[in-house]
């Protein structure tokens, strides 16, 4: 049997009870319109309107990663194939959108600043060493800083930008990151607004990317839970 059998590229989920899993299946599916114009406020242009395909309910609040979720969001890749870039068992997306015009929206979500840590835990030499060549790329188009490990410390936070560049830079496509950070959740320690800017200019200031080339398609978005409770 294949490794590629064998690591689940979909994952239905059931009605999450905290955290960020529980407010953003919120978002999707009971207040898409939220979402959609925070995000257009923070892009900063006008997008056609956007299909969410993860999570959500009919779909079993199902969340992908590796080639699920390029067919989930229905494009292509076709100068740089994501197998030729990063190994199986990659990022596993909180949340995929796309338009009717071809633009596609990778999300990651947070509740708790603690979760912004993060460090590579491949086991086998050549699924480290393709990240770590994938991760050399990206860094060195953003001019990011050279005496830290991208690897390390804020790995999924370089991860998700890794894969922006993919589809964007590597592949023409009409690509979008969106971190989302969710604000006074009762259950995560009711970070406020305030302190996730902090922490994500720590995390931006350890990479070296404070201003980057790919920073008008990266998109942070605070959303306080309280009116969505």
Known sequence: ????VLIMPRFPQAIAQRGSQKWLQILVNRRPELLERLIHERLGSQHDRIQWVSPVEKDDYAE???????????VKLE?????SYWPLG????????RT???????????SHIEELISTLRARDDSSKN??????????????????VDWASGFYQYANRLAHLY???????????????????????????????KGAIRLVKSYLGIDRHRLERYVADIFVDTSILA
């Open 1 to 4: 049997m294949s490794v590629e």
């Open 64 to 74: 992908y990663r590796d080639r699920s979720f390029i067919e989930r969001l229905d």
């Open 79 to 83: 100068k740089v194939s994501l197998e």
């Open 90 to 97: 990659g990022p596993r997306w909180d949340a995929l959108g």
């Open 100 to 110: 009717e015009d071809s633009e596609v929206f990778l999300v990651e979500a947070k």
């Open 130 to 147: 393709k990240i770590r060549g994938s991760l050399d790329k990206i860094r060195g188009f953003m001019n990011g800083r050279n005496d």
């Open 166 to 196: 993919l589809l964007r830079e590597l592949n023409g496509l009409r690509a979008y990151l969106v971190f989302i950070y969710f604000t006074n959740d009762p259950d995560m320690g009711r970070h406020s607004e305030a302190e996730w």
